[in-house]
């Protein structure tokens, strides 16, 4: 008879450490065999073949694969459906059980649900955990219930709830219960042997999957600390380091949210509050998932957006003729990462200045970002085009040159992205600010007016 066995699969927690899924696999009782799936549901529609998030995934798969086999334990890693896979591992392991780390996408969602009863019809089950983030929609509710649409009493209660149940860290100092460390080291011996189970499934190169190499640099997770620490001080300037770039890494879940959770309450209170928006609209998402595609204020989805390709063209090669739009979205194009101030400058640009429908500039940036993150980008971009939850009012147009010499009065960040800036080879600036904020302002009175009435009738 075979052995029965645990399968943990790995998805956004790419980490061995205080990895609350793991933690509960290892602790299953079974050996643990673990898994990780390229998924070609998710690969294929990816539209550029250097895509660097697909250079870091296949890295930090392989790194974990080896680090695993260092100690004779062995790793499936597969290319294909996740339907197709789990199919193969039920001929290959006799499954008690399976764990994972609950994904909040719809897409996950039904990939889950799928695979659950395809499990469930083997006598096994699937067992999910909350690992991405601190606190998941229900945990964080107003106090008559129902889920907060504003941030600053989600906020207040979100802190309060991480008080509201103390425990012992591993040396036995206080720490919040929501915040503790999963300590999956201390059952890394749990982890099925080579000896007994065979090799596993070797890493798929990138080139296997359609993928070629990427110049863009990943940026690590070391020495952020100190940055933290003087984080209020630094975090709107873009032209110098001042903000963690731990984006792509609470992305794919190579580093955990609860120790930099911890961390941040330790160094910085305002960095810390960064960390409750992206639960803020991690909740949104898993509460109101129509937003993916609608406006969260539907009156919203009535604006008579100009969508005119060549301006679209030209926000997304940054040829704007505004500095700080062409720097930010430079940025982008060149190392799939913009600066957060700049991100509200650009998209305030696209939906006001050119009135174009957030979700063109939603998409671009979804294909960009090294750390897009599908709750925190729509709630961004819902946010600079005033339809999302807590949004800033439509009226309130950015300034992007205002902004630039606010925030960039030296042209640090500009001369660094665009450097023919102040030459004849720098564009015109494509609209008149004044002129087209007065464009936007009537386009979306008279949308609104009309949601309104057609709402009456
Ligand atoms: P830091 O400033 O060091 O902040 C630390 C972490 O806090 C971030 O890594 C992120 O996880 C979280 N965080 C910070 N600001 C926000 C915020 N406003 N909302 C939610 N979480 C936040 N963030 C993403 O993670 N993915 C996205 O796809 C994304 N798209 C955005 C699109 C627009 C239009 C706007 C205005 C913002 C977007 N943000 C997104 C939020 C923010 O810009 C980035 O999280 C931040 O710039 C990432 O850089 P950092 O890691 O250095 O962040």
């Known amino acids: 008879m075979r052995e029965k066995v645990t399968i943990f699969w790995f998805r956004r927690d790419l980490r061995l450490h205080d990895n609350a899924g793991l933690y509960h696999a290892l602790t299953s ?14 690969l294929d529609v990816l539209e550029d073949e250097d895509d660097a998030r697909v250079m870091f995934l296949q890295h930090t798969v392989q790194h974990l694969q080896a680090e695993l086999a260092e100690d004779g334990h062995p790793m499936e890693v597969h290319y294909g459906t996740p339907e197709r896979v789990w199919r193969q591992l039920i001929d290959k392991y006799d499954i008690a059980e399976a764990h994972a780390n609950r994904d909040y996408e719809a897409y996950a969602k039904t990939r889950d649900a799928d695979i659950e009863d395809l499990l469930r019809g083997e006598g096994a089950a699937l067992l999910l955990h909350k690992d991405h983030v601190i606190f998941e929609a229900e945990e964080v509710q107003k106090q008559a219930g129902g889920a907060y649409t504003v941030f600053t009493p989600y906020s207040k209660t979100w802190l309060a709830k991480l008080d509201s149940r103390v425990d012992e860290d591993a040396d036995g100092g206080p720490v919040s ?22 090799p596993g499934t070797p890493c798929p190169s990138p080139a296997d999957m359609g993928f070629g190499e990427s110049p863009v640099p990943i940026p690590g997770t070391t020495p952020v600390e100190a940055l933290i620490a003087h984080y209020d001080q630094t975090r709107d300037i873009p032209g110098v380091e001042g903000t963690s770039r731990l984006g792509m890494h609470f992305r794919h879940g190579t580093v955990s949210i609860r120790q930099w959770a911890r ?25 109101h998932p129509r937003v993916i595609t609608e406006s969260f204020r539907p009156e919203y989805d009535a604006i008579a957006w100009r969508n005119d390709e060549s301006d679209y ?46 979700r063109w500039g939603e998409r671009y940036f979804a294909r960009k970002l090294l750390d897009y993150e599908l709750a925190s980008n729509n709630g961004g971009w819902q946010w600079a085009a005033g339809s999302g939850t807590d949004a800033a009012p439509y009226f309130r147009v950015f300034n992007p040159t205002a902004q630039q010499k606010k925030f960039d009065p030296k042209l640090v960040y500009v001369k660094q992205y665009v450097p023919e800036y102040g030459t004849a080879a720098y564009p015109a600036p494509m609209v008149d600010h004044a002129a087209a904020r007065q464009r936007a302002l009537d386009t979306y009175r008279a949308g609104l007016a009309r949601a309104r009435a057609e709402g009456s009738r």
């Open 313 to 358: 063209e030209r926000w997304c090669r940054g040829e704007t003729g505004f500095p700080m739009v062409d720097a930010g979205m430079r940025q982008l194009n060149a190392i799939g990462y913009m600066h957060n101030r700049v991100r509200m400058v650009t998209a305030s640009f696209l939906t006001k200045h050119l009135l174009i429908d957030w």
């Open 177 to 198: 219960f929501y915040l503790k460390a999963y300590p999956c080291g201390k059952y890394s011996g749990a982890f099925a042997k080579r000896s007994d189970f065979g």
């Open 263 to 287: 961390r941040a309450r330790a160094l910085n209170a305002t960095f810390l509050n960064e960390l409750i928006w992206r639960d803020f609209y991690s909740q949104v998402l898993q509460v």
């Open 29 to 42: 009782g079974y050996p643990v065999v673990p898994l990780f799936i390229f998924d070609r549901h998710i």
